[in-house]
């Protein structure tokens, strides 16, 4: 028997071998290791990306230093002015204060006439006469000081030597005991107020609002946005040669970076200190200094009224509204420690006037007059002694702090200015360590 042979099944067929996985790609660092010579695209560009860098870079760091020393020169002029507006503040409202106090003295005399103590009349006359030649002193000085106020002070002074000549014109008839006299004097003093007063206060707003406009001329801020986009012009810098050039830091760029920080935070802590400092002094000293002297004005202003309601008699429901209403603000505006010496003078007043409404005049008269403690006279002189030694003060010390600071500015601006060229040559040499290497 035959046995039939079978040959034995094909081999399955084997899957081809899959094709090895890609391999993967390398991890992108933030730049290449350093090696100091540029890689990349657009390395034929490099001569003409170094050049555009060192452009940027300068122009930066000298723009940086031109316009942060001329915002700390611009400090330096503006507390000047400050200075200058604060004294010219003063200056105007001691024209104001001298003059009332003038009519204060011019009244006051009046109630002696011709018959009172000649000593005392001489030195009425005297304090009168001292008290007006202050005042156009003041005016001259005022005109010198500030162009801006010229006209107006012109005008003063025609109100001014209007005012004198109506007073003269008074104590000469009041010393004959001519009753015209005593309309010489409220007349002269009708005009002081309608025609002077008003150009003085006018001068007092314009002066105040040109000392806190000065006073606000610290930029800390700018300071501070100038230095901050020039560093970040800087670091854009030092970035774009470190992906070309594999270094990490560029000397030159790092060091004018470190030089612009550090200029822009020094300057900075010196503008936000001078600009606090100036803040405490226009809400301290400065408005002390204006408010005693709007006191003292409105004290010699009622003291005024309070003769002429006995120079023109039964004149009393006429002035003492007046006199009140001056004497408000002297509540309102005058220190707490001076306020004793006006309440001393206020109780006088209201002696005199008592004395007045009952028609005791002759007792009105010499509490009026009387230049020791049982009259009106020594505790106002007192009160307004005091208000002025406080004006003084206080606008001293303004105007001393305000010029002190002026020197750190202006070093302050020239240094940054130096600083701001330092910071270009770096950003140069640095740049040109690139270019040799590239070359």
């Known amino acids: ?99 009332l106090r003038a009519d204060a003295i011019a009244t006051n005399l009046a109630l002696l006439g011709g018959s009172g103590d000649p000593q005392q009349i001489a030195d009425r006359d005297a304090a009168y006469d001292e008290a007006i030649a202050d005042v156009f002193t003041l005016i001259t000085q005022a005109a010198e000081a500030q162009p801006a106020d010229e006209e107006a002070l012109s005008a003063l002074n025609v109100a001014v030597s209007e005012y004198a000549t109506a007073i003269a014109e008074a104590r000469s008839n009041l010393r004959q005991n001519f009753p015209v006299g005593k309309e010489y004097l409220s007349g002269g003093s009708s005009a002081l107020r309608s025609d002077a007063l008003p150009i003085l206060e006018n001068l007092v707003t314009a002066n105040s609002e040109r000392a806190e406009e000065s006073m606000n001329g610290q930029h800390p801020f700018w300071l501070l946005l100038i230095g901050a986009v020039t560093v970040g ?74 003769s ?74 007192d009160f307004d002694e005091a208000a002025q030694k406080l004006v003084d003060d206080n606008s001293e010390t303004t105007t001393d702090e305000l010029r002190a600071g002026r020197a750190a500015a202006l070093v302050g601006s020239i240094l940054t200015l130096l600083l701001g060229l330092l910071a270009a040559v770096a950003v140069v040499r640095g740049i040109g360590a690139r270019r040799r290497e590239y070359s």
Do not use: C
């Open 233 to 306: 012009v800087l670091i854009w810098v030092s970035l774009v040669l470190a992906q070309r050039f594999r270094r990490y830091v560029n000397v030159g760029v790092a060091v004018a970076a470190v030089l612009v920080l550090v200029t822009t935070l020094v300057a900075a802590v010196a503008a936000w200190r001078g600009d606090s400092q100036n803040e405490g002094l226009l809400d301290d000293e400065l408005t002390k200094a204006v408010d005693q002297a709007e006191a003292r004005t409105a004290g010699n202003d009622a003291k005024a009224y309070e």
């Open 1 to 99: 028997m035959s046995q039939s042979a079978t040959a034995p099944p094909p081999p399955a067929a084997q899957p081809a071998p899959a094709p090895p996985a890609p391999a993967a790609p390398p991890k992108k660092r933030f730049w290449p290791a350093p090696t100091g010579k540029p890689v990349g695209a657009g390395v034929e560009d490099t001569p003409g990306l170094l050049n555009r860098l060192q452009v940027i870079g300068v122009a930066a760091v000298l723009i940086f230093g031109l316009a942060s020393a001329l915002i700390q020169y611009l400090s330096f002029e503006a507390d000047g002015r400050a200075a200058d507006d604060t004294e010219q503040l003063v200056r105007v409202q001691e024209i104001q204060t001298t003059l």
């Open 308 to 381: 002429l309601r006995l120079v023109k008699r039964g004149s009393g429901t006429t002035y003492e509204p007046l006199w009140q209403e001056s004497a408000e603000v002297v509540v309102d505006t005058a220190d707490t420690s001076i306020l004793p010496d006006w309440e001393a003078y206020v109780a006088r007043h209201n002696q005199i006037v008592r004395n007045d409404d009952q028609d005791f005049r002759g007792p009105a008269l010499r509490v009026a007059t009387a230049d020791d403690a049982s009259g009106s006279n020594q505790p106002f002189t």
